[in-house]
Nanobody, 119 residues
Framework: QVQLVESGGGLVQSGGSLRLSCAAS????????MGWYRQAPGKQRELVAT???????NYADSLKGRFTISRDNSKNTVDLQMSSLKPEDTAVYYC?????????????WGQGTQVTVSS
């Protein structure tokens, strides 16, 4: 099992920046992917970005160039740097990891953190 603790959410003006951080604990040696998802009001949860322990990244096409995901394997953290924020980015942002134990993949979720972008 993996526990995820998020920080960094809040209110920011349009055009501003915000950095989210997620710290993992528990079965950290089994983590193979870390990432961020978001869910806006009235919409389904969607991929923001993922990163493997080896450093391979994957972004939602619409967010490339504005959002950057990074990880620190020594601290078991994954960050999301958000720049040039727009009101459309307002959502609950969730940290998530995939673990692989005994040939079985499992997903864990954080509690979610609110990001609000004002115009």
């Amino acid at each position: 099992q993996v526990q995820l603790v998020e920080s960094g959410g809040g209110l920011v003006q349009s055009g501003g920046s915000l950095r989210l951080s997620c710290a993992a604990s528990g079965s950290i040696f089994s983590i193979i992917v870390m990432g961020w998802y978001r869910q806006a009001p009235g919409k389904q949860r969607e991929l923001v970005a993922t990163i493997t322990t080896g450093g391979n990244t994957n972004y939602a096409d619409s967010l490339k160039g504005r959002f950057t995901i990074s990880r620190d394997n020594s601290k078991n953290t994954v960050d999301l740097q958000m720049s040039s924020l727009k009101p459309e980015d307002t959502a609950v942002y969730y940290c998530s990891v995939i673990t692989r134990i005994r040939d079985q993949n499992s997903r864990s979720w954080g509690q979610g953190t609110q990001v609000t972008v004002s115009s």
